[in-house]
């Protein structure tokens, strides 16, 4: 009996162990909410528990007990921006840690936007055009090293670039609105193309904007940059895109856009009826065409999937971690775009990103692929301002508001013209040379960008690796102005370089703005003028009037209200108060017609002569007769003498360059 007790208790604890265990599980189930993802289950949660966070301090990832400050700062730019529907999706170590979805893909029909809807990328098409032409490097397709008039074997002869510098925006092509050749022709964008070497030739003539090898931003750069992956595969774009990422990856959406046919989910496209007031409301917009720049801007996507995108690339699952790493890594040290995307460093972590607008879309994704953490934003309108949104969201993920010691103080110590101003392709080019300098107590945290502008214009950006504490660093670029009439010839312009920029050039997604919080902002500028050669030559410019209540000491203007005089000279005024008319060579009368006075005497008593007023014709023979009479001509001196008081000759000053008579030569009679 005893062990049929003890058989009865062993089961009775057996089944109790399973029912605990069974509750355990359910438990769990009604926790989780699962998603498959990558091939895996992935947690669909808004905020890990902060002791879950590998590392700490500064310089680790903020806590993701984030989520109240993400939904402020989304649901804010949202309301903020006018955006008819919008799709913010996070990931980290493979699991979608935020998802937020707000408005419509439909405005017109009340469809409320998902996740799985379809936006276009616009300028993201760049960074998947890079992860593309890695992997065919990888696969020995290409070699991206090799010149691309050897893959490219009729292109014109002023392209002698590399196909990696399609890529990396150094091969000098143009960009929008920038000269074209003649023989390129009109309307040339509208047409429909199958492939990117079908649209080559319609701007191959174009001249370069810049010198080869110089970084120019460009999207018909990588309409280059697919023609040679055409050419080196066999396939076109649209098929590479399937065939070494929608395919493998299981990314449905992911394809070059054809609008003659109408994919399922897609967004509708929307944009400002007034650009610069969003308060005016928005308006349905047609569809570009798109297919002579698959890759510069004419993918699109789902969120879901470009997310799903993203964490690929960071786990090394779409092109390997060395490549991955040439991706990372910066061509130049100063220039922040690299391989289809913008890289940088902030609050210690390693950044890529790549923002795009175009009708009907604004989009920006960035990840910081040491942490396995991707962030994905898609807008269906070109005004969303989506970089904007995404910069703040990753101020906060990456704790960069929050980081400690941060009080560097960036100042531009130099800002110089390294040569004479320029005129190439229709831009006026200014070389020039910086001098930056931290002179604060802690070194910068992140990236930051340096920049020159003219008026409110930037016109030069450039970001520079983190300083140290009293660190230097020269930077030297051309600012370029576009001005193909010439018309700032001859004038004077104005340049302020500025560390630390707050604004940069278009597609510049390293967050400009994640300033790096210095201890002083106002000394962080300099001023440069330049006079620009040529314009009108040869004409004197006036000399502006002095206002003498501005400068009372000025040559031109001063006055003295005293009239200084020598009172040993003798005096060089007509005592009779009269003025001589005519000091040289005219008639001289006696207007009186009386008494003329030798002021020279002998006898203490004046000596005259009486002589009758000429008149009429007579004038002429009343000066000879005087003259005759007094045959010792009068020095001008003896002429404005005055009249002797005590009986003596006044003294003559010869320092005035007067002399007696004389000492003067008698004239002649006529």
């Known amino acids: 009996m005893q062990s049929h007790f003890n058989s009865a208790v062993s089961r009775n604890l057996t089944s109790s162990h399973f029912v605990r265990l069974a509750i355990i599980l359910a438990a769990c189930v009604c926790m989780l909410t699962t998603q498959r993802l990558n091939g895996q289950s992935t947690i669909l949660q808004h905020a890990f528990p902060a002791n879950q966070q590998p590392g700490g301090g500064v310089g680790s990832f903020a806590s993701n007990t984030f989520k109240s400050e993400f939904d402020t700062e989304v649901q804010k730019h949202f309301d903020a921006n006018k955006i008819p529907g919008m799709v913010v999706l996070m990931a980290r170590d493979g699991m979608v840690t935020y998802r937020k979805t707000l408005g419509f893909a439909d405005v017109e029909n009340q469809i409320s936007v ?80 199958h492939s990117a070497w079908d649209a080559l030739p319609f701007m191959w003539h174009d001249p370069l ?21 055409e050419q080196s595969s066999g396939k076109t774009i649209p098929q590479l895109v399937t065939q070494l990422l929608r395919n493998p990856h299981g990314l449905n959406t992911l394809r070059t856009e054809n609008l003659s046919y109408t994919a399922a989910n897609r967004v509708k496209l929307y944009g400002r009826i007034d650009s610069d007031n969003p308060e005016a409301g928005n308006q349905l917009v ?15 996507s789902s969120g879901r999937d470009l997310l799903r995108l993203g964490m690929k690339v960071c786990d090394g699952q779409v092109i390997s971690h060395d490549s991955l790493e040439r991706m990372l890594d910066r061509i130049e040290p100063d220039s922040g775009y690299n391989l289809g995307c913008n890289t ?77 101003p320029y005129y190439q392709n229709g831009n006026l080019k200014i070389p020039f040379e910086l001098l930056i300098e931290n002179q604060g107590k802690a070194g910068t945290p992140n990236d930051f960008v340096n920049g020159v502008r003219l008026g409110t214009n930037y016109r030069w950006t450039r970001f520079m690796k983190t300083l140290p504490s009293k660190g230097k660093k020269t930077v030297t670029g051309t600012i370029k102005i576009n001005d193909p009439g010439k018309l700032n010839q001859g004038r004077t312009l104005t340049f302020v370089a500025t560390a630390d920029a707050p604004i940069a050039a278009a597609d510049t997604s390293i967050d400009p703005r994640a300033r790096v919080f210095e201890s002083v902002e106002t000394n962080n500028s300099r001023i440069l003028k330049v006079k620009v050669p040529g314009g009108i030559g040869g004409l004197q410019i006036a000399q502006p009037v002095r206002d003498p209540n501005l400068n009372p000491r000025s040559p031109a203007t001063r006055t003295n209200p005293t009239t200084r005089t020598n009172p040993n000279a003798p005096s060089r005024t007509n005592p009779s108060g009269a003025k001589r008319a005519n000091p040289k060579n005219a008639k001289r009368t006696n207007p009186k017609g009386g008494t003329r006075t030798n002021p020279s005497r002998t006898n203490g008593k004046p000596a005259t002569k009486t002589a009758p007023a000429p008149t009429g014709s007579d004038k002429g023979k009343g000066r000879k007769k005087a003259k005759r009479a007094n045959s010792k001509p009068k020095s001008k001196a003896q002429k404005s003498k005055p009249r002797r008081t005590n009986g003596k000759r006044p003294k003559i000053d010869k320092s005035q360059g007067e002399t007696a008579s004389k000492d003067k030569p008698k004239k002649k009679n006529r």
Request: with cysteine; net charge positive.
């Open 209 to 229: 904007a810049v010198d080869a090898g110089t970084s120019h931003y460009s999207t018909h750069s990588y309409t280059f940059l697919g023609a040679c992956l």
């Open 344 to 420: 940088g460093v902030e609050n210690g972590n390693r950044i890529l990103a790549k923002d795009g607008g175009q009708t009907g879309a604004s989009s920006y994704i960035w990840m910081a692929p040491d942490k396995r953490m991707v962030m994905v934003i898609l807008t269906n309108i070109k005004q969303g301002k989506a970089s904007t949104l995404g910069k703040k969201l990753r101020s906060i993920a990456l704790g960069t508001t929050n980081a400690a010691n941060q009080s560097p103080d960036l100042v531009v110590k130099k800002f110089s013209r390294t040569g004479t």
């Open 114 to 193: 998902t996740d799985k809807h379809v936006f276009r990328l616009a300028s993201i098409s760049k960074w998947v055009g890079g992860l593309m032409a890695l992997k065919l490097e990888e696969q020995g397709m290409i070699d991206l090293n090799a010149k691309a008039n050897s893959i490219l074997t009729t292109i014109p002869d002023h392209h002698k670039s590399r196909v990696v510098d399609y890529l990396t925006c150094r091969a000098g092509i143009r960009h929008y609105n920038e000269p074209v050749s003649p023989l390129t022709p009109a309307g040339w964008s509208s047409t429909v193309y």
């Open 286 to 300: 047609s569809a570009d065409n798109l297919t002579w720049k698959f890759l510069g801007g004419g993918l699109e």
